[in-house]
């Protein structure tokens, strides 16, 4: 896109370490994990940029599609067709995430709980993949909480985790 001068923005996300997030320094923008800008910021290797805008250096050859051919062209090619499919659904599960935080601030607006709300609130910004469970590699705060969370050992938070160690820590600091 850059090569050939279309305006466009490019984003990186959803990056698992700092590895991938240094293959893309001088991308347009990134979203980055506060535990991944934490190491970031504490790691002292020169950062050179991989990608520059001035000079983007794409080896392809520029060509025009309509509709109908790039829709042949996704058909034909499944990795492209089963990403399209998997990046939609990842989107719908946003969205189906999205609505019940709304749902429950609202229910709190409404006279819930705030405790309740405020664990909700949590366990649905670390649970990225939408399955009703949180991995350490999804864990947004520190490996001392996690563990301190993860009573089982599992590996796994589940909503009720986050309920009861949040209950426990509020319930100490009164």
């Known amino acids: 896109f850059k090569t050939y001068g ?9 990056f698992r370490n700092l590895d991938e997030i240094i293959e893309l320094a001088g991308c347009d923008l990134l979203t980055i994990s506060p535990k991944l800008l934490d190491q ?12 520059n805008p001035a000079a983007p250096g794409a080896t392809i050859e520029k060509f025009s599609i309509d ?17 399209l499919h998997e990046g939609i659904q990842g989107f719908s599960k946003a ?4 609505e019940a935080q709304l749902a429950h601030r609202l229910a709190v607006l409404e006279g819930g709980a705030a405790f309740a709300h ?3 609130e949590i366990f649905l910004l670390n649970d990225l993949d939408g399955d009703g469970c949180i ?11 996690f563990d301190a969370l993860d009573i089982d050992h599992d590996g796994r938070l589940m909503p009720e985790d986050v309920r009861g160690g949040l209950g426990a820590a509020l319930a100490t600091s009164r």
Do not use: C, P
């Open 67 to 83: 509709a109908n051919h790039f829709s042949e062209m996704m058909q034909e090619d499944r990795m492209a067709h089963e990403k």
């Open 6 to 14: 279309y305006k466009t923005e490019v984003m990186g996300a959803s």
């Open 95 to 98: 969205i189906d995430t999205l």
């Open 40 to 51: 970031l910021r504490n790691t002292e290797a020169e950062l050179s940029r991989k990608l």
């Open 118 to 120: 405020a664990a909700q």
């Open 135 to 145: 991995t350490r590699e999804e864990w947004l705060g520190s490996d001392a909480v």
